[in-house]
């Protein structure tokens, strides 16, 4: 039987147990619990790794614990600005938006683009226009807005610091007990098809427009049947110029190393030596997941009908 | 035996060092765009002034290299000539989105850093491959879109303009045809594929120009740089970005292979992420800078898409491969000898 693998991710980032509440790390157990139970249950059901992966991040964007659809970070001008993609592995066909506001799950507007457009990458007002159009549910923006992530922004509204996904390198008071991050999913369905999705609302205090990996096919978020699903989140920077999550697929298909050498190359070789701070989770044909982080914590959780079974945080 | 083996062996290697050598003059390679030219199409006088403004970037981005600057610099320089032509899709001369705006994209990589910088769709910014640049080395980010890019290249000190500045009569009136043919979907500015899905395309273009320029070179320190710039697609809606501005996807530069830049139908370039994938072929597959090059197209092909690139490896050997009927080409060897071509 054709073996099925549910991985996800919910930010990678300076996550220490010594930051955590007991409450608060169950909050964020429960909410990975949560979302891989929904995600899984597509597969076994029989769905598509696209369909599972994205059960799975909608049920994440809908969580106020996670940087991504509500609870979205704060831009400099206190706006929400949220970014997602998704890659189907059998077709290679993807969708990607970048610069959204008001969409609820930006995932579902990934996948809509991906299905029912021209297009791979769309941005900003005119991906909202093609949300409206499609039908894509909106909410307003109090939908959206935490009042964490709120008095997180206005405490760094002013400076030009801004924070990324979890780290605080800036903001070690502001952050000491809460943290972010980006959300993805990758998964191989019964078919043997694989998928990966990323999703998130980008980093505190962001300015001019910045585009980080999530919605860049090749950086954040990559899958190939003949070789891996790959999920990226961290410094998003260096894990565009490094094409990370591309380079993991490149590194198996042209070099024959398996998902776990090639992942631990990117992630612990070459982003290390780059400053990219950051984790990644993939999964290959045969339903093998990995899970990669050069950070202290990534929030993380997996299933598969091999027995595999993961939740965790910390490194 | 032992002994004969070795020596026929050492031979080996020099010869195919020499060979190597030997086609490794290249340090500059330009494209402008690639789609359905052919010579039905082409005037004479049009031919010429094609030929002279490829020229014109070929000798511009030379004069850099042998002046000794990076080929950074070379890459900015020569992109800005091309920019600043009205007949390439970049910069002045770019072509229209749904709404009327020319909206901008462009990104350059550093193959030494592996630092890289983009911006895409700006509409203020007279040269977007220096704002990309100045996202590359006076900012924390790679990637900046839009409103926000145009404030940063304004404050990094970079020349804006009005909108009207990117104004041609020619890409006005391709908008004016594209709207009246087909108001619902957009069409790739320089492609006449009547091979692809209709459907999905759309309507088959009916305007002949072509687009997107980029650059590789190579530089005395032995240093990659690649730069893609474009004004996208003809007729594009809902805030499109295409592969040009993606690093990866239509511009990589790494020392230890290769410089690429791209030109086609961006959605399956992104989908490929060609430029790393030829980066890819050759660091871990050992395949060499044309080999990479046929592979990475044919795999566009295979997928329904067309196009070209230019690549240019560390040690001077490029390549210049495309499946559609023609693409504005040219390079430039150390020792000035320029070549240039056109249709397939």
Sequence with gaps: MQTITLAIHGGAGTILKEDMTPELEQAYYNGLQEALNGGYAVLEEGGSAVNAIKAAIVIL??????????????????????????????TLDAGAVTGVRNVRNPIELATEVMRNSNHVFLSGKGATDFAIKQGIKLEPDEYFFSQFRYDQWKAIRDSDNYSLDHTHQHLEELMKDKKFGTVGAVALDAEGNIAAATSTGGMTNKKYGRIGDSPIIGSGTYAN?????????????????????????????????????????????????????????GVDARGNAVMVLNSAGMYRAGRSSNGWNELAIYK | MKRLLLFFMCSMVILSSLFAQQKGDYILVI????????????????????????QKALETGYAVLKSGKSSIDAVEATIRVLEDDPHFNAGKGAVFTHDGRNELDAAIMNGRTLAAGSVAGVTTIRNPISAARAVMEKSEHVMLIGKGAEQFAKEAGLQIVDPKYFWTKERWDGLQKALKEDSIK??????????????KLGIINIDYKFGTVGCVALDN????????????????????????????????????????????????????????DLSALMEYKGLSVSEAGKT?????????????????????????????????????????????????
């Design chain 2, 296 to 344: 990475v197209i044919e795999k566009v092909g295979k997928l329904g898409g067309d196009g070209g690139l230019i690549a240019l490896d560390k040690n001077g050997n490029m390549t210049m491969p495309f499946n559609t009927a023609g693409m504005y080409r040219g390079a430039i060897k150390k020792d000035g000898t320029i070549e240039i071509y056109i249709y397939n």
């Design chain 1, 225 to 281: 049947n003949k070789t891996c699903g790959i999920s990226c989140t961290g410094h998003g920077e260096m894990f565009i110029r490094s094409v990370a999550a591309y380079d993991v697929s490149c590194l198996m298909e042209y070099k024959g190393m398996s998902l776990k050498d090639a992942m631990e190359v990117v992630v612990n070789e070459k982003l290390v030596k780059m400053g990219g701070e950051g984790g990644m989770i």
């Design chain 2, 186 to 199: 957009a069409k790739l500015d320089h492609s006449f594929n009547q091979q692809t899905d209709q459907k």
């Design chain 2, 31 to 54: 494209h402008g765009g690639a789609g359905t030219i052919t010579r039905q199409n082409m005037t004479p006088e049009k031919e010429a002034v094609y030929r002279s403004v490829l």
């Design chain 2, 221 to 276: 320190n032995g240093d990659l740089a690649a730069g893609t710039s474009t004004g996208g697609m003809t007729n594009k809606k809902y805030g499109r970005v295409g592969d040009a501005p993606i690093i990866g996807a239509g511009t990589y530069a790494n020392n230890n292979t290769v410089a690429v830049s791209c030109t086609g139908w961006g959605e399956f370039y992104i989908r490929n992420v060609v430029a790393h």
């Design chain 1, 61 to 90: 964007e809908d969580n106020m614990l996670f940087n991504a659809g509500r609870g979205s970070v704060f831009t400099k001008k206190g706006v929400q600005e949220m970014d997602a993609a998704i890659m189907d592995g059998k």
